[in-house]
């Protein structure tokens, strides 16, 4: 109780200056509640360090033949987006301070943070990125760092190097540039860096623009990949869509998987435009994308799986955690090809989130790609858990050890 009590202190202490923060702890809980934002004077961090401590003792493996199976599989770490209570009126600092206690006392043991090239031009942007890598650094812990050149059809370049073509020199000294940063400012805590998001969609979308973009992306991980400051651990690559990986290859593809360290994907849980996939479809889905990327003898990392309670698409409390549930059987059964698996999200997320998420998928950002997004929380953006919320819970748990 002392190290998470010191903890704790530190990370509070952190916020008198900072904006926003992110980390993880090492304990965490099967089961987690704790009340939103109006529940009065009642302590959020203070439930967190209880239930953590208490998690720490109950999930201590047993001594003998468990513990020698435990110690013989592959480790597996579970990262969730902490995506943060919208509470009128609320310090933001502290409303995503909550965010990252709830979501290491829940299970996860690393953190997805995504963030657009355009945020990281600005002056002061690297400040909470620079802060969270301390803080993960003491801890021990991992981050997937996301900065979508492309999300999906969207061109993610800041606005001043869109007019640019792929394979001009000023946009290949950019993200040259934007790598330097990465690498000077960040530590061995950041554990994958990926520099595309649903990147094929991108592709398939603008042929007079895939070779050249392709091109660009792999001189862009090749640069990464042997950056002098680049920490031993550190792996860089682009992240596809499941449906990538269930159609044929391409020499684009092809290369870009060359130049990563490891495969990343997403899903969605999104079927076609009418609304969302039954839980068992998606969770066969994403089994059949990673299938076929380990017969090209290749690592998966799930940088984002998602699903969604909105009712508009179908969707629904339990199959959302149905779903969930059936994800975390699925990297069971896979863990010597699944590192790491990236769970959306916390919370419901803003409204401007969910608007930037439909207008990367279609340029006039659907009602029902809304709808998906700002229901794909565990959590309500109220603060309240979702059935997800313990099925995440009890999902990750069975991943920390090794």
């Known amino acids: 109780m002392v190290r998470l009590v010191a903890v704790r202190l530190a990370w509070f202490g952190s916020l008198a200056v900072l904006a926003v923060l992110w980390g993880c702890s090492e304990d965490a809980a099967t089961e987690v509640t704790v009340d939103p934002p109006d529940a009065g004077d009642h302590d959020v961090a203070e439930d967190v360090e209880d239930a953590a401590w208490e998690a720490a003792e109950a999930d201590a493996p047993d001594e003998g033949v468990d513990a020698e199976v435990d110690a013989a599989e592959a480790p597996v770490v579970v990262g969730l987006y902490p995506t943060p209570v919208e509470a009128e009126g609320e310090d933001v600092v502290t409303a995503q301070a909550e965010a990252v206690l709830v979501s ?50 969207a061109d993610g370049r800041p606005e001043a190097l869109q007019g640019h073509a792929w394979s001009s020199a000023t946009v290949r000294d950019s993200v040259r540039a934007l790598i330097d940063q990465v690498f000077t ?8 860096v ?7 969609r991108y592709l398939e979308a603008n042929p007079l623009e895939t070779k050249a973009l392709a091109t660009f992306l792999v001189d862009a ?9 680049r920490p031993e651990k550190t792996v860089m ?40 996939q039954r ?18 003898g290749r690592l998966v990392v799930l940088h984002r799986v998602a699903s969604t309670t909105s009712a508009l698409l179908g969707g629904s409390e339990a199959d959302q955690a149905a779903f969930f549930t059936g994800v975390f059987e ?32 279609e340029p006039s950002g659907s009602a029902g790609l809304y709808a998906f997004w700002c229901s794909a929380g565990m959590r309500t953006g109220q603060g309240a858990p979702k059935e997800s919320f313990t099925a995440f819970a009890q999902g990750a748990s069975r991943f920390l050890s090794p």
Not at 185 to 192: D, K, Q, S
Not at 221 to 229: E, K, P, V
Not at 255 to 266: F, H, K, R, T
């Open 330 to 361: 699925l990297v069971q059964e896979k863990r010597s090809v699944i590192p790491f698996v990236g769970v959306a999200m916390l919370h419901d997320p803003s409204p401007e989130s969910c608007f930037a998420f439909a207008r990367a998928r």
């Open 221 to 229: 991980l090749a640069y990464g990949t042997s950056h002098a400051s």
């Open 185 to 192: 400012r960040l530590g061995p805590e950041v554990a994958y």
């Open 194 to 200: 990926s520099l595309g998001l649903e990147v094929d």
């Open 279 to 296: 839980s068992d479809e998606a969770v066969e889905q994403i089994r059949s994308a990673v299938e076929a990327v380990e017969s090209e």
């Open 237 to 276: 690559g682009v992240t596809w869509s499941t449906d990538a990986w269930l159609k044929a290859g391409s020499p684009e593809r092809d290369a870009l998987v060359e130049a990563s360290g490891v495969v990343m994907l997403a899903h969605h849980g999104l079927n076609g435009t009418d609304g969302v």
């Open 104 to 153: 290491l006392a829940s299970g996860a043991r690393a953190m997805v943070v995504e963030v657009g090239w355009e945020q990281l031009s600005q002056d002061g942007s690297w400040a909470p990125l620079e802060t969270m890598a301390s803080y993960l650094a003491q801890e021990r812990k991992q981050v997937l760092l996301s900065i979508p050149v492309v999300e999906a059809l």
